[in-house]
């Protein structure tokens, strides 16, 4: 695991860079996050968390683990954003979620990037081709692949 490092502050990096886009749609193009958009920005803070984590707390076994539980939870948060989009009429938890979400420490203190005032079916606009949520899915797959790859033994990656 001596050259995961590199992948390691990669992933990390990219994934800061996603919240930049997403602080761009939200402020820029005044796109409101939904309560779904809200746990995959926490997502990918876990998963770039886990990553430095790994890259400089000299386990990056142990960041690439924790870092794929996060993409295997932005998977499935993506997913479930998908199929709100796919089937009109449900729910993306803008009731009792919305309420939890905005009362948790880091929305009261940080609601420019954390407070869930949209709604799901606004996520539908093309942003390069593709949806938001289409977007977010893709992204946690590649991290969660790339992680996967960083978990495998040295001979079998070679």
């Known amino acids: 695991m001596k050259n995961s490092r590199p992948l390691l502050l990669a992933i990390a990096a990219a994934c800061f860079i996603v919240l930049g886009v997403a602080m761009y749609l939200q402020h820029g193009l005044d796109m409101l996050p939904c309560p779904l958009c809200v746990i995959q920005r926490y997502l990918f803070i876990a998963v770039a968390l ?63 990037m954390f407070r869930a ?8 606009a093309p942003f390069f081709g593709l949806s938001i949520p289409q977007w977010s899915f893709l992204g946690f797959a590649v991290f969660a692949v790339a992680l996967a790859w960083l978990l495998l033994p040295a001979r079998r990656r070679a």
Do not use: Q, W
């Not at 005032?117 to 539908?124: P, V, W």
């Open 50 to 112: 886990a990553c430095l984590l790994g890259a400089f707390g000299g386990r990056p076994r142990l960041g690439a683990g924790l870092g794929l539980l996060g993409a295997f939870g932005g998977l499935g948060v993506a997913g479930k954003h998908l199929y709100v989009l796919a089937h009109p009429g449900l729910s993306c938890g803008i009731d009792p979620m919305e309420t939890i979400l905005n009362k948790i420490f880091t929305a009261e203190y940080l609601p420019f």
């Open 117 to 124: 005032d949209g709604l799901c079916e606004d996520a539908t």
